[in-house]
């Protein structure tokens, strides 16, 4: 059974950093797309980065420069440098993988975490 964990959400100051983590399980190796996704109160979810099984990698426009997507295949692991943080990046942080076809940034994934909260205060 496919498992994607999520950690390292939480809070901090406008222009602060935090790191996410994905522990992927059940299946998901490094032969799959995946991505971070996110939910703001109020707001439709968005996809955020998005990193192909060779290790491209794409991005939403408002965090180009400010956040970088990795991923470690030895540890089945998928990673979200945030830096230069933002009030508008509060939201829930959703790991996600297999691309199945559909546009990344409206969720074309076929698995998902559960979410770690990332709260940016001004």
């Known amino acids: 059974q496919v498992q994607l964990v999520e950690s390292g959400g939480g809070s901090v100051h406008a222009g602060g950093s935090l790191r996410l983590s994905c522990a992927a399980s059940?299946?998901?190796?490094?032969?799959?797309?995946m991505g971070w996704l996110r939910r703001a109160p109020g707001k439709e979810r968005e996809g955020v980065a998005q990193?192909?099984?060779?290790?491209?990698?794409d991005y939403v426009d408002s965090v180009k420069g400010r956040f970088t997507i990795s991923r470690d295949k030895a540890k089945n692991a998928l990673y979200l440098q945030m830096n230069d943080l933002k009030s508008d990046d509060t939201a829930m942080y959703y790991c996600?993988?297999?691309?199945?076809?559909?546009?990344?940034?409206?969720?074309?994934?076929?698995?998902w975490g559960r979410g770690t909260q990332v709260t940016v205060s001004s």
């Open positions: 996600a993988a297999v691309c199945n076809g559909r546009d990344w940034r409206q969720g074309g994934f076929n698995y």
């Open positions: 990193i192909t099984w060779d290790g491209a990698t």
């Open positions: 059940g299946g998901i190796y490094g032969s799959y797309c």
